[in-house]
C-alpha cells in the first residue's frame, strides 16, 4: 500500500459500492484515507458530483483521483457550453471510458464506479478498471474492500447475467430504502475485516427528485 522505491503510485485505499434501481440509484464510498498503517484523515470525500444527475466514485490514488475529476469537469463545462445542456449519465460513462483509455501507457490509477440516472429515468452504474473497460451493471464494489462485499450483493441481489439473450435490465429489485439498507450492512460488515475501509461512510442518492446525502458512522479502528 506504501510509496517504495521508483514506484510513482500509492494506494490509499477505501471502497466504493453502488446499486442500481428502478427509478433511483445508490452509490456510497467510505472517509478513510490512509497509506500503510497511516490514516491521513478520517473525513475525505470518495465521491464526486460530475453533473445533475451523475456521481462518481473511486478508489485508489488519490493524486490522480482529483485529476482526473479536474479533466471530467472541464470536458463537462465545454460540453455544456457547445450543447446549452448537462450530459447525461451514459454519455458521461462514455466520455469518463475514453478519459482513462487515453492515459492507458502511464494510467491513472483509480478504480471508479459512475451512477446515476439515465435519459429514461432509470438508474444505471457504470463499473470501470483503470484503463477504461466499463459495464454497465446493476451493482458494483470497488477499492480495498471491494472482494467482501461484491459476494454478499452477489447474494442478495442476482443480477441477470449478461450474456442471457434476450438481454435483462440490469437494474435491482430493492426499493430505494431497502438499497440503502444493504448498502450501509455491507459497509459495516467490510470495516471489520479490511484496516483502510472505516470512519464513516457518505450515501448518495440519486432519483428523480434531486440528490440526497446521508452519512453513517463506522469503526475508527
Known sequence: MALRGNWMYENNGGTCVA????????IAA???????????????SKICKLADKCVM??????????????NL?????IYQHQHNKQMSCPAMAQLLSNTL??????????????????????????????VGSYERVGYSAQGTGAGLII????????????LLLPAKDAVTPLLEMEAVDLVKDVFASATERDI??????EILVINA?????????????
Open 57 to 70: 466514485a473511486s478508489s485508489g490514488f488519490q493524486g490522480d483521483l482529483k485529476a482526473l475529476q479536474k
Open 101 to 130: 483509455y487515453y492515459k492507458r501507457f502511464f494510467p491513472y490509477f483509480t478504480f471508479n464506479i459512475l451512477g446515476g440516472l439515465d435519459s429514461d429515468g432509470k438508474g444505471c452504474v457504470f463499473t470501470y478498471d483503470a
Open 73 to 77: 469537469a472541464a470536458k463537462h463545462l
Open 19 to 26: 446499486i442500481a434501481g428502478a427509478d433511483y440509484c445508490v
Open 209 to 221: 427528485s434531486g440528490i440526497r446525502q446521508e452519512l453513517m458512522e463506522l469503526r475508527k479502528d
Open 30 to 44: 467510505d472517509t478513510r484515507l490512509s497509506v500503510g498503517y497511516s490514516i491521513y484523515t478520517r473525513d475525505y
Open 196 to 201: 483502510y475501509t472505516g470512519d464513516k461512510v
Open 151 to 162: 459476494p454478499v450483493l452477489d447474494n442478495q441481489l442476482k443480477s441477470p447475467s449478461p
